[in-house]
């Protein structure tokens, strides 16, 4: 089988090509474009891999989407826009890569006659909610231009498999960490902050609540659906952590051996949301289950980047 992943030199998606190397016979091509948070050193370790190739080009650019495309038979699209600050900046980059991309992604895949298109998408685009869990067949209510286009994006892909027969599937996962994600996202933004000595930035009163899930369940996840889940089907990946922005905070500094103090609190997002929570009893029904816990992961989690300076380092002097 040969895959082709998408924004496979980002963090969720450099991951999941290490996933595929390391429990299949499988392909990959990685096409990224290399923008601030693709980075090709987050696949150092499979560069020499034989199965393993790297295409450089924009989602955006049907030409050379169709040639790195053909030959391949399972299309993983990670590619996307997706740090809800610059997206309140920049609105536009959001749009024109996670729509107009997804776009040109689902019409050369049809035109190529791929097998399976899956589609990765977040719980985001369900936007916030006080009790209760959301389910695949919610109302979407995205709050943000990030969440906006991501929810675009999902109709766009579901509207192929409804009109062309595209075999499109979905997954919506909740906030993923873990190694190699770029020092914008908040536990790598939190941990590089501190082993630099300088304080964490906490929005409004730390109570927001999100889900939390490691990198590699949810990469195990989205392999489970990709491989089995049902063509045209929603599936949400979480990790059923769901924690307060506090907590989680509290979590960071006590594995950093550090107190409240390093804690600044700075004005709150514009339009943040609330709680996100989604009910993932459709992923666990195919076989697919999260298996580390939080207090465990994140502990590793900050070891890891203590461990890798030379690698966000430059990200973060950038």
């Known amino acids: 089988m040969k895959l082709f992943i998408t924004g496979g030199a980002g963090f969720i998606g450099s991951n999941y090509v290490r996933h595929v190397l ?26 020499n891999d034989a ?19 053909t030959g391949h038979d399972m ?70 231009p990030y969440s906006s286009s991501k929810a675009g994006s999902d109709l766009i892909a579901l509207s192929y498999q409804e009109t062309y027969g595209l075999p499109v599937i979905v997954t919506r996962s909740s906030n993923n960490f873990g190694p190699f994600q770029f020092p914008e996202k908040v536990i790598p933004l939190f941990v590089t902050n501190l082993l630099d000595g300088k304080k964490v930035p906490l929005y409004g009163d730390g109570l927001n609540v999100r889900d939390w899930i490691h990198v590699l369940d949810n990469c195990a996840g989205v392999d489970t659906v990709l491989r089995t889940g049902t063509i045209g089907e929603i599936y949400n990946i979480g990790g059923g952590n769901e924690t307060t922005n506090r907590e989680l905070t509290s979590m960071v500094l006590s594995n950093m051996g550090v107190g409240e103090e390093m804690v600044e609190y700075v004005q709150d997002r514009l339009g943040h949301d609330r709680r996100y929570s989604i009910d993932c009893s459709k992923a666990n029904a195919l076989g697919w289950k999260p298996s580390r816990d939080l207090d465990v992961a994140i502990a590793e989690t900050v070891e890891w980047y203590r461990a890798n300076r030379a690698w966000w380092e430059p990200l973060k002097a950038r």
Request: negative net charge; proline residues 2%; contains cysteine.
């Open 22 to 47: 390391a429990t299949s016979d499988d392909e990959v091509t990685v096409f990224d474009a290399l923008t601030y948070a693709g980075n090709l050193s987050s696949l150092a370790d499979v560069a």
């Open 51 to 69: 199965r393993y190739s790297f295409v450089q080009g924009d989602i955006c650019d049907r030409d050379a989407v169709a040639a790195a495309m």
């Open 75 to 144: 299309v993983v699209h990670f590619a996307a826009e997706s740090h809800v600050d610059r997206s309140i900046v920049d609105p536009d980059t959001f749009v024109r890569t996670n729509c107009l991309g997804t776009n040109v992604m689902c019409d050369v895949a049809r035109n190529t006659g791929v097998e399976r298109f899956l589609h990765i998408s977040t719980d985001e685009v369900y936007g916030s909610i006080d009790d209760g869990s959301f389910v695949e067949t919610d109302r979407l209510g995205p709050r943000s």
